[in-house]
């Protein structure tokens, strides 16, 4: 029986809408993710070169089964324009039984084994 690889929660920062829904639209039609929502708005400090900024950026966050992060991390490395992305993966603790098949139905992901 199919049951569900682990879902990670992605987030990638990028400079702006446009990188954030070009990103988003790729990476979902080559079903690396199966979801991403673009949150504009967010202002980012930190330190860059020994100096302290202050950037307007937009958050990117994405749903993918664990399986797939490797080949998820490569594509975002070759389409974001910054020099370090940010790609921070978090594990999840529980994820609803219906959304975690849709996620692994809709990237191709799933593991054989037990009970999900």
Known sequence: MDSPSPLLVVL???????????????LVEERLVACAQVLPGI??????EGQLEC?????????????RFDELE???????????????ALPTS?????????????TGATREGGAG
């Open 94 to 106: 529980h994820v609803e039984e219906h959304y975690a098949q849709w996620v692994a139905k809709v």
């Open 12 to 26: 990638v920062t990028v400079p702006d809408k446009e990188v954030a829904d070009s990103l988003s639209k790729t």
């Open 43 to 48: 202002t980012s400090h930190y330190s860059w």
């Open 74 to 88: 490569r594509r975002v490395r070759q389409l974001h324009p910054y020099e370090v992305p940010q790609i921070v």
């Open 55 to 67: 950037s307007a950026e937009v958050l990117v966050v994405l749903k993918t089964p664990e399986g």
